[in-house]
């Protein structure tokens, strides 16, 4: 072997060396990236309770709100309720109830 052709093989393996050199770099730099992409967990919502609703009260009120103030009017209102009034009542009933 030369002088010329030793130099050659130095300087293939010293190529061979920075280019392998080169890859670790990169491999560590996408393991580094997909590290940071890691998911989030997520956080469970807490389920919220849900209030016991005077629907029938509100219902039956904002109607009788509409309505005129004279007793004959309120009484055939009354008669023609729903069967949510035969269940709990007109809402001044139930309001002196409670």
Do not use: N
């Not at 992409?37 to 309770?49: F, I, Q, T, V």
């Not at 904002?62 to 007793?71: A, D, G, I, P």
């Not at 309720?81 to 309001?95: C, F, I, N, Q, W």
Request: aromatic letters at 6%; one cysteine or more; hydrophobic letters at 35%.
């Amino acid at each position: 072997m030369g002088k010329g052709q030793k130099k050659r093989v130095l300087e293939s393996c010293v190529m061979m060396m920075m280019m392998m050199m080169m890859m670790m770099v990169v491999v560590m730099i996408v393991k580094k990236k997909k590290k940071r992409k890691k998911k989030k967990k997520k956080k469970k919502k807490k389920k919220k309770k849900k209030k016991k609703d005077d629907w029938h009260l509100r219902v039956v009120q904002t109607k009788y709100e509409h309505l005129s103030r004279s007793s004959e009017t309120r009484d055939t209102f009354w008669c023609e309720m729903s069967p949510a009034v035969k269940l709990y009542g007109r809402p001044e009933d139930t309001a002196k109830a409670v």
